[in-house]
């Protein structure tokens, strides 16, 4: 007992400091604050060290990558993640990434919090040829802190060789066929999204009433899933997934890695076909601004353009992306997506109220436990 | 009657201890037998070559992280054992109620889970304002490795007893000289076993470095999260197998060194604490 | 008294030991027992706008870790783990009795040889399990290729693979003090117990049992206690129906960005856990328990 005696004082005597700690701090946000000061200064296109790029796994061809680093004598590495909240987490906790890839509407939330930075895009050549819509889109006016990477659809990919009905529906998610075998995306907006517009909602509804009858849904959905995960071109390609929510160009990625391309479709649904634009922006927290900007420029080049899209199957709005992806298209339809729709935005991804934001994370993680 | 010889060994017993070992092993045949496959399958082998070495080699961030691994394994080795082996002679030879409070302090860290450790390791550092990177990883795995010295070394201590020592300060040393001239010199194979052990574990510890690290230089098993999570790459069973090379190195010598230099029982009792 | 045979008393001969164990207890103090306070703190705290955490004092957390949707989820952690205990348990006390009695002189060839697996990282031998279980991997290959099946079983995302993954990941934990139990316990009793019982079984229950009790409890707690906050092998192995409470408290840190939320659960459970760490120090303080 006498060991443990000691154990219990020193206990209390911790506790008492705790609490006095713990009313000194409140208040206090636990995150350390960011060196804002390079928000302001426009990024020079220049090479100024390795590059560390920060972005969603197989999006990006990687021979692009080593020719920019051959050509520059520079290294150049990709960390990746699955997920964009974590992706903001890490960059708030001052991961020195170089070039992040963040959504439309993640673009506009970094911006308000002056996460990241300006930069003059006639700098940049390459960026002369980018659909003009993309010269002030909605989040980020004058383009000044980001540009357009690849622009996309969400729909359900499946396999052909299964026998599987599929009638262009959201409730495919839950198709008896292939039960235990189908996946949705780990996104909170995809997965709440689909489910609000298999009920007829607005697809970025703030009202709970309504989302927890999405939330109804999705518990329905999760009896015959295997599993959640954005990396749609893993579960098709190694076979675990017959059907999986999935983003168009994941469909031509998963063809290029197997012998029978044609085991891969496509399909988007008609209650509603969510779109979106993922952009690249420069961190505050970046140690190569320079070699960032000077990337992009590289990427938007047409003949980088051109295989990127070929590898990866996404729309890229800019010569040379244009030509690949209309190609793609005359070969497989289902996977199409043009400038008309993004520009109508009603649906695309915005949860611009953080709490509406919260209510979302919360009714997500309730499906997922 | 004497103790049971090797000639009376239940069937039963034997048997499925047989499978036990068979089970234990298979992922471990699988890994490194398809770490030479040259074909990407991981299903069908197909002929030998090191061609996933070389991928693994040729990789800049992966041939990096590898590096990152040792280097942290080194340095929390090198300071773990210093201040664990402090820990633990202070702990046996004192007798006071602070040194008792200390003891549970120390077992504290053993039976937490790592996830725990590593956010709790996560939250100090954001909320000083330190940055992750190399150095938070290595804090990190030293704070958790310092508990496993001193288990060790303690073990070792309880059969050397006092009365050397007690001896060497009768014929005038002190007890600084008679702990650095008669107890360190009795000490020291258990205490290179124990810096041995943390090396292991801190190159192969996945759970506390992945809370703790930059984005920049990750330790290894960070970066193999990220490539079985994002890929599927034969390559992991390249790097799963050179660092089982590593590991097994470093305990082996912890094992080897106290039975070379002159200690009758073996290392593996050091380690498991067995009696004689 | 002559100063120079002072043997233990006095407080000159504590403060020589104190600067012993100073630097390690201030060590694990500062950068282990403080950040758990930290975790504590934050526990009461709530998300501001942006999504970083605000130190506070409030419950809501609390109230939302009870929340009828994640009380199952720490029910299925601790269920997961008491499995992965008891099979552990029946796997590793036959082997370690086997090695420890009959090994003879390869016991420590055997006790080396059982360890090696362990050395391949973690996640690499859980990878390794993903690949062989898999629907298209070796163990369906083979099962169809012998005609034991059409259709490749599915094996991997389900709570079997997972708690699969926990016993293979952990078993070590429980073997290596149940060998050291075992190993020191005298075999005259177990002769004597033969002589006194009749059966072999009753001697296991009555002699052999009681005596590697402190072996026995070591191992329990060795895994019991990773194995509930686990999340690797839940995420590798498993599906949607087996999240596990180290999943849900890593996507609090990761994705989901509420550190608050996040230290609660680690909070709860930790308490949880203390309970059984308290229990395991009484007994090993008092030597009724092997000190690790």
């Known amino acids: ?369 | 009657m004497n103790t049971a010889s090797a000639f009376d060994k239940p069937r039963i017993l034997r048997i499925f201890t047989g499978l036990v070992y068979l089970f234990l092993f298979v992922p471990i045949a699988v890994v490194v037998v398809f770490s030479f496959n040259s074909q990407k399958s991981l299903q069908v082998m197909d002929g030998l070559s090191f061609r996933w070495y070389e991928e693994f080699w040729n990789d800049p961030a992966l041939r990096d992280s590898l590096f990152i691994s040792i280097e942290i394994a080194l340095i929390t080795m090198v300071v773990a054992t210093i201040v664990g082996t402090a820990l633990a002679i202070g702990l046996v030879r004192a007798h006071s109620g602070a040194s008792r409070g200390a003891n549970v302090l120390m077992l504290v860290p053993l039976i937490t889970p790592e996830i725990v450790a590593g956010i709790s390791a996560l939250l100090i550092f954001s909320q000083l304002g330190i940055g992750l990177s190399f150095w938070t990883v290595v804090l990190a795995h030293i704070t958790f490795s310092i508990s496993y010295v001193t288990i060790v070394v303690r073990g070792r201590l309880a059969s050397i007893g006092v009365e050397v020592e007690e001896a060497a300060q009768d014929l005038g040393a002190s007890r600084w000289e008679s702990v650095r001239l008669v107890l360190f010199p009795a000490l020291w194979p258990a205490v290179v076993a124990a810096g041995l052990l943390v090396f292991a574990l801190s190159f192969d510890d996945f759970v506390l470095s992945f809370f703790t690290t930059g984005e920049e230089s990750q330790p290894l098993p960070v970066r193999i999260w990220s490539m079985i999570r994002f890929g599927v790459s034969p390559t992991i069973n390249a790097i799963g197998t050179l660092m089982m090379v590593v590991s097994i190195s470093a305990v082996a010598l912890a094992v080897l060194i106290p039975r070379l230099f002159g200690r009758r029982e073996s290392g593996v009792k050091v380690l498991t604490g067995a009696e004689e | 008294m002559d100063p120079d045979l002072d043997r233990g008393q006095g407080l000159n001969q504590s403060r020589f030991w104190n600067w012993f164990v100073a630097p390690g207890a201030l060590w694990i103090g500062l950068l282990f027992a403080v950040p758990l306070f930290l975790v504590l703190a934050l526990s009461f705290g709530h998300v501001d706008d942006f999504g970083r955490g605000v130190y506070g004092f409030e419950w809501s957390n609390y109230e939302a870790v009870f929340d009828s949707t994640y009380v199952p989820v720490l029910v299925r952690s601790v269920t997961y783990a008491l499995i992965t205990v008891i099979l552990c348990l029946l796997i590793g006390y036959p082997v370690a009795y086997f090695i420890a009695r009959f090994g003879g002189k390869y016991r420590y060839v055997l006790i080396a040889a059982l360890v090696i697996p362990f050395f391949v990282n973690y996640l690499v031998r859980t990878y390794a399990w993903v690949a062989l279980l898999a629907d298209e991997g070796l163990v369906n290959n083979w099962l169809i290729d012998l005609s034991l099946t059409d259709a490749p079983i599915q094996m991997i995302n389900t709570p079997y693979a997972v708690i699969g993954g926990l016993v293979y990941g952990y078993i070590i934990f429980m073997i290596l003090p149940l060998y050291g139990s075992i190993e020191r316990m005298d075999p005259s009793v177990i002769e004597a117990g033969k002589d006194l019982y009749g059966s072999p079984f009753r001697t296991f229950i009555h002699v052999t049992l009681p005596a590697t009790q402190p072996g026995i409890l070591a191992g329990c707690v060795l895994v019991f206690l990773p194995a509930v906050g686990d999340f690797v092998s839940a995420q590798l192995l498993g599906g949607p129906d087996t999240y596990m409470v180290g999943n849900l408290i890593q996507d609090q840190f990761f994705a989901a960005s509420n550190w608050p939320f996040g230290s609660a659960l680690t909070v709860v459970m930790m308490l949880f856990l203390a309970i059984w760490m308290i229990f395991y120090l009484r007994r090993a303080t008092r030597g009724e328990a092997d000190v690790l």
């Open chain 1, 1 to 369: 007992m006498s060991d443990l005696e000691l154990n219990r004082r020193q206990l209390l005597a911790a506790g008492a400091g705790l609490a006095l700690t713990a009313y000194g701090v409140s208040g206090c946000t636990v995150e350390r604050p960011l060196d804002r000061s390079a928000a302001g200064d426009i990024v020079e296109p220049k090479i100024d060290g390795d590059l560390l790029i920060y972005n969603w796994a197989q999006y990006m061809d990687p021979q692009i990558q080593k020719d920019f680093a051959e050509e520059h004598g520079i290294r150049v590495t990709e960390v990746n993640f699955d997920n964009l909240e974590a992706m903001v987490t890490k960059l708030r906790a001052g991961g020195a990434y170089d070039l992040i890839f963040p959504s439309s509407e993640y673009v506009k939330r970094l911006k308000n919090e002056q996460l990241i930075r300006q930069f003059d895009r006639s700098k940049l050549p390459n960026a002369a040829t980018l659909s003009p819509f993309y010269d002030n889109p909605w989040y980020d006016p004058d383009s000044e802190f980001s540009l357009p990477y690849a622009y996309y659809t969400t729909g359900i990919a499946y396999r052909t060789d299964q026998g599987l009905t599929m009638t262009e529906s959201w409730n495919d998610l839950s198709n008896p066929d292939a039960e235990g075998r189908i996946f949705m995306l780990d996104d909170f907006q995809e997965g709440i999204g689909q489910a609000n517009l298999i009920n007829g909602f607005y697809l970025n509804t703030a009202r709970t009433e309504e989302l927890e009858v999405s939330k109804e849904t999705l518990l329905m959905q999760k009896e015959g899933l295997r599993g959640f995960s954005t990396n749609s071109v893993q579960t098709l390609v190694s076979g675990s997934a017959a059907i999986t929510q999935a983003w168009n160009g994941d469909v031509v990625n998963a063809r290029n890695q197997v012998d029978d391309p044609s085991i891969f479709a496509y399909e988007t649904c008609k209650e509603g076909v969510p779109v979106g634009t993922d952009a690249m922006s420069i961190p505050i927290t970046a140690k190569s601004p320079g070699t960032a900007l000077m990337f992009m420029d590289y990427l938007l080049k047409p003949s980088n353009a051109y295989r990127n899209v070929m590898w990866n199957g996404y729309p890229q709005p800019v010569a040379g992306g244009r030509e690949a992806f209309a190609k793609l298209v005359k070969d497989d339809p289902s996977i199409d997506v043009n400038l008309e729709e993004i520009a109508d935005s009603s649906m695309e991804f915005r949860l611009e109220d953080p709490e509406a934001r919260q209510e979302w994370t919360r009714i997500w993680t309730e499906v997922k436990a």
